[in-house]
């Protein structure tokens, strides 16, 4: 069965379904676990963004570091009350896509399994928005579980 287990957590509604079943699957196998959060920092890459003051954008990137470590935090607290130890991932990137930055951080950890949600966008909203899970899929070198929305 599975020994190292990365679950893919993001603020969305799917989290608490993705990271149950991460959870689940770990408890099961006796697997290790590891959170992992990537912060999306493409935005902030252009520097002269005209929208956004020199002195905010540093103060913006702080903030999302700050929301992500307090959301991996109850990530591992959740899985400590379900009985299963776990690690964070903190990653973050001005260049690379989400997809990227997962795919790279399972394969350093040497993940067996990368569990990630579909949040099931069709349509014009996956074509302007981009899929993780869709680029996952192709880009992730470890087997990968994805977990549908309801």
């Not at 964070?88 to 990227?100: F, G, M, N, P, Q």
Request: glycine residues 6%; hydrophobic residues 45%; neutral net charge.
């Amino acid at each position: 069965m599975y020994k190292r287990i990365m679950v893919a957590v993001d603020e969305s509604f799917m989290t608490n379904k993705v990271l149950t079943t991460a959870i689940d699957l770990a408890k099961a196998s006796g697997a290790q676990l590891a959170i992992c959060h990537a912060v999306d920092e493409t935005i902030f890459a252009h520097r002269q963004m005209e929208m956004m003051l020199p002195n905010s954008v540093g103060k913006a990137e702080y903030k999302m570091r700050l929301g992500a470590q307090g959301f991996l935090g109850k990530a591992v607290e959740t899985a400590r009350a379900a009985g299963v130890e776990a690690e964070t991932k903190l990653i973050e990137s001005e260049e690379k896509h989400v997809s990227d930055m997962l795919a790279s951080a399972a394969a350093e950890w040497k993940a067996d399994l990368l569990v990630a949600g579909s949040h099931g966008s069709r349509g014009m909203e996956r074509f302007f928005v981009g899929s993780v899970a869709e680029r996952l899929v192709r880009k992730a070198e470890t087997s990968l579980l994805l977990v549908r929305s309801e």
